[in-house]
């Protein structure tokens, strides 16, 4: 039996932990042929790992290769400790006394969340140094992780290099989960996705139903050498936007998939769908800085220029266009809204927009600053006090927030439901999330999920968890944000609940109605 202490310095809480066991010289001389298995404990905090105690084996068959052990703190006194991990060998092996331990190295993760996003039926999560993860179903490829099978804890998708025929892990910067499927733009810039095909929302082969690893779609290019900055996925829609500082004689949003009821911006309806390389410029006579795809049929974006106007296209069935009319589809572009106050001005100009199943809702700024909501409101999902089937005309949120601060650029719209980021009595940080619409499922983090909210609620304070809530994301019927810990200002931390049948929030396929961590994947 082999024993030693390993003492690190400042550790702090959800700080991940790697510890690295090389195997001693010529080991399997002294043993009977079996495998060596260590086992690690901190001596003065809680730890949280994949397995319970923490093991890694040094397999016979690979005697010389080093195992490894995750760790991550979940549990100190103080802000930071001096950590003791003990590493014990066990297992049915038997080393001689005399024979020289093995040698341990320690790596402290600088690595941390950095960005989330909510599917339909999925979520995908990046990390700072650019690791993907994704969660939940899995029926379509969605994961990426080349199977269909529907996951509860993170997995790492694959891609396929557009350079040569082989699998890697690729490093993202942004990755958006859609409702069957999944985008992300690589530290490159090159747009990779995977996922459902069935109307070419992901790559350009018809021939191909769903693609479970990631399929190279744009990027740079001698024929449009513009930066992609935005991306967002619907129904079965992808669209993106190139950088709209660069001039150009073309518009910079590019809409692929699905268009049956005009999401791809065209004069025409074409249900089989379109790929990337049959796309063209959405509205040539604009340029965009923020677009978003609603969950079913409609997309608006906030055009470049004076005042920042919304303009949206698709269908209109329930208004969700914001014209203040209802028709089957405006295609052709590109109606805009208009957002009336009491003095019947169009109030202007739009921060930021978010588009959900059938409604959408945005931030505008400076003296009329407010949130407006459009579209089906069969839920409370516009926010304005009032339940109905559709509505045509945009209306404001901003009256039923009573003491609440917004947090700027934070509304976001789900399914049947829409939340923003908030502060509370004029506190300081902004780790409170308001909501309002459908909470059947528990995706308002709340217990009496029966209830519709018609105006806007405090429904989850996460003050005791995080500092600062920096993203927002809902999905079909789940919700999740990503915050700096209140612990330790390095470290982000993401948090779910709502519907878990496919594993989208994580951990079981029960429903969560109070937020659960995402741990770091080890």
């Known amino acids: 039996m082999h024993n030693q ?9 959800n700080q991940s932990i790697r510890l690295k066991i090389t195997p001693p010289s010529n080991w399997l001389d002294y043993t009977k042929g079996e495998d060596l298995v260590y086992e690690a404990s901190f001596q003065n905090a809680q730890s949280m790992s994949s397995q319970s105690p923490p093991k890694c084996t040094i397999s016979k068959s690979t005697p010389t290769k080093p195992c490894y052990i995750w760790l991550e703190v979940t549990a100190l006194k103080s802000g930071f400790t001096t950590l003791d991990v003990n590493i014990t060998e066990v297992g049915s092996a038997k080393m ?36 993907t993860y994704c969660w939940g179903r899995n029926n379509v490829g969605q994961l990426g992780n080349r199977t269909t099978v529907d996951s509860n804890r993170p997995l790492q998708p694959v891609t396929i290099s557009r350079n040569y025929p082989d699998f890697y892990i690729g490093k993202f910067k942004r990755v958006e989960a859609g409702r069957y499927h999944s985008c992300g733009i690589t530290l490159e810039g090159d747009v990779y996705c995977w996922g459902d095909n069935k109307h070419l929302e992901t790559i350009g082969n018809p021939g191909v139903v769903y693609s479970s690893y990631g399929f190279y779609v744009t990027g740079k290019s001698t024929e449009d050498s513009r930066e992609i900055i935005d991306l967002s996925l619907g129904n079965g829609v992808s669209c993106l936007l190139r950088d709209h500082n660069v001039p150009s004689e073309k518009s910079n949003a590019y809409c692929w998939g699905k268009n049956d009821k005009g999401q791809l911006g065209r004069s025409f309806a074409s249900p089989n769908g379109l790929s990337y390389g049959d796309s063209v410029p959405v509205a040539s006579q604009y340029s ?74 945005a931030t505008l700024m400076g003296e009329y600053s407010n949130v407006f909501c459009w579209g089906i409101n069969i839920f409370g999902q516009l926010g304005n006090g009032q339940s109905g089937y559709k509505v ?19 509304i976001q719209t789900g399914s049947e439901y829409s939340c923003v980021i908030v502060s509370q009595n004029g506190g300081a940080n902004f780790n409170k999330v308001a909501c309002w619409g ?25 003050s005791d968890k ?10 079909e019927h789940h919700t999740c944000v990503l915050g700096e810990s209140n612990t330790n200002r390095e ?12 594993g989208q929030v994580g951990g079981t396929s029960q429903d969560v109605t109070t937020p659960i961590e995402i741990h770091y994947p080890r």
């Open 96 to 131: 001689k006394p005399n024979i020289k331990n093995p040698q341990f190295s320690i790596n402290i993760l600088s690595d941390t969340w950095a960005s989330v996003s909510a599917g339909g039926y999925h979520t995908c999560a990046t990390t700072k140094a650019g690791y």
């Open 288 to 361: 965009f800085w923020d677009i978003d795809v609603g969950g079913y049929d409609h997309v608006c974006a906030i055009q470049k220029g004076d005042n920042f106007p919304v303009r949206c296209w698709g269908g209109n069935e329930v208004g969700q266009l914001g014209m203040g009319y209802i028709s089957a589809f405006h295609a052709e572009l590109v109606g805009h809204v208009y957002f009336k106050g009491a003095d019947k001005k169009k109030l202007s100009p739009v921060s930021n927009l978010s588009s959900g199943y059938a409604h959408s809702c």
């Open 491 to 502: 470290v982000n931390r993401i948090f779910c609940t709502g519907s878990n049948l496919y």
């Open 438 to 462: 459908s909470a059947g499922f528990g995706q308002m983090g709340v217990s009496n999920m029966g209830t519709n909210r018609l105006r806007p609620e405090i429904v989850m304070d996460f």
């Open 466 to 475: 995080l500092r600062e809530i920096h993203q927002l994301t809902l999905g």
């Open 392 to 410: 045509y005309e945009v209306k404001a949120v901003n009256a039923y927030l009573d003491s609440m601060i917004l947090k700027p650029d934070s």
């Open 5 to 13: 202490d390993i003492y690190l310095s400042k550790v702090y809480l």
